[in-house]
C-alpha cells in the first residue's frame, strides 16, 4: 500500500526548522529514515501519520489520512512514538494493548483473544495489570510497538523501535519486522543503527535538515562518502571493515564475513 507525499511541508510554531518534501512515493516493505538527531525524521514519520498539521498532502492508497473514519484509519496506519512516555495512557498494559482495538470495535472476547496472544508474544504477560509507567523503559517500548501491531495494520511507522532494547528484545521486533514485510505489510521505521540497517534494510532514506538527501539502496548511501559526511553517518561496522581490507565487493552484512 503506497504512501504518497506531495508538496508536503511544515514549521513548528516558534522554530525555525523546517521540513519540505515536494514530491515522493514510499515503496513497499521496509524502509529505514536514517539521518542526525534533529534532522527531521520523527517529525516526517508524524506527518505520515497525520499527527501535526500540515501544508500539503500524504496520501495512503490515494486517500488522504484525515478522510479514513477512526476505526478504519487504526488498521491502515500505526504509529509507535521515540519516548513511549509520549503514547502510553492506559492504567493497566492489558487496556493500552486493548485501545485501538476497541477504536477499531472487534468483539470482546477477541480482544481479549489477541491481548493474551501479543502479551505472551512480547513477552509481558507478567505486566498484564500493571501501569505501563511501572515498567522499564525496554518494556515500555515493547509495549508501544505491541500496541501498534495488535491490529496488524497494513503500514507500520516506527520511531526507533530498537532504541533501549536488550539484545532478546531487538531479535524480537527485528523478527517481527521480517515477518511482516514478508507478508506484504510496510513498515517506515528511524533507526541510528547502521550495522542493523546493512543487515537488514535494502531502502533507505536518509535526511539532513528536513530534506530528504538520498533514496536508494544501503550500498549506494555507504558508498558516497561526501553525502555521508554531510549527514553526518559512520557505515556499518562490516563495511568499514571490507574498505580496510581493501575488498572489491563491500560485505554489507556481518552474516557474510
Ligand atoms: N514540538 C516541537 N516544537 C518545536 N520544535 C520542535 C518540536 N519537535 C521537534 N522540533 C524541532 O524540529 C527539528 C527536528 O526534530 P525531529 O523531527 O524530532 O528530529 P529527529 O527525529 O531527526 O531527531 C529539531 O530542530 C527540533 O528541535
Ligand atoms: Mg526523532
Request: hydrophobic share 45%; net charge neutral; with cysteine.
Amino acid at each position: 500500500m503506497p504512501i504518497e507525499i506531495k508538496n508536503l511541508r511544515y514549521t513548528y510554531p516558534n522554530s525555525t526548522f523546517s521540513l519540505e518534501i515536494p514530491r515522493e512515493t514510499f515503496p513497499t516493505g521496509l524502509v529505514c529514515l536514517v539521518g542526525q538527531n534533529g534532522s527531521g525524521k520523527s517529525t516526517l514519520l508524524k506527518l505520515l501519520a497525520d499527527l501535526l498539521p500540515a501544508d500539503g498532502a500524504v496520501a495512503v492508497n490515494g486517500q488522504k489520512l484525515a478522510d479514513y473514519l477512526a476505526d478504519r484509519r487504526l488498521s491502515k496506519i500505526a504509529y509507535a512514538f521515540q519516548d513511549p512516555n509520549d503514547q502510553l495512557f492506559n492504567s493497566t498494559v492489558a487496556e493500552e494493548l486493548a485501545w485501538s482495538m476497541k477504536q477499531a470495535r472487534l468483539p470482546a472476547a477477541e480482544i481479549a483473544a489477541r491481548t493474551d496472544k501479543i502479551l505472551e508474544e512480547f513477552g509481558l504477560s507478567a505486566f498484564r495489570e500493571q501501569n505501563p509507567y511501572d515498567l522499564s523503559l525496554s518494556s515500555k517500548k515493547l509495549l508501544t510497538i505491541a500496541s501498534a501491531l495488535v491490529l496488524d495494520p497494513e503500514i507500520c511507522l516506527l520511531d526507533e523501535p530498537l532504541m533501549s532494547l536488550d539484545y532478546p528484545g531487538r531479535q524480537l521486533v527485528t523478527r517481527l519486522i521480517r515477518r511482516r514485510v514478508a507478508r506484504g505489510k510496510s513498515v517506515v521505521m528511524i533507526t541510528h543503527d547502521m550495522d542493523w540497517l546493512a543487515r537488514e534494510c535494502r531502502q533507505v532514506w536518509a535526511m539532513s535538515r528536513g530534506r530528504l538527501l538520498y533514496q536508494g539502496p544501503v550500498a549506494g548511501l555507504f558508498a558516497d562518502q561526501d553525502l555521508m559526511e554531510q549527514l553526518g553517518l559512520l557505515p556499518a561496522r562490516a563495511w568499514q571493515l571490507s574498505q580496510l581490507l581493501g575488498l572489491k565487493t563491500e560485505i554489507l552484512s556481518p552474516d557474510e564475513l
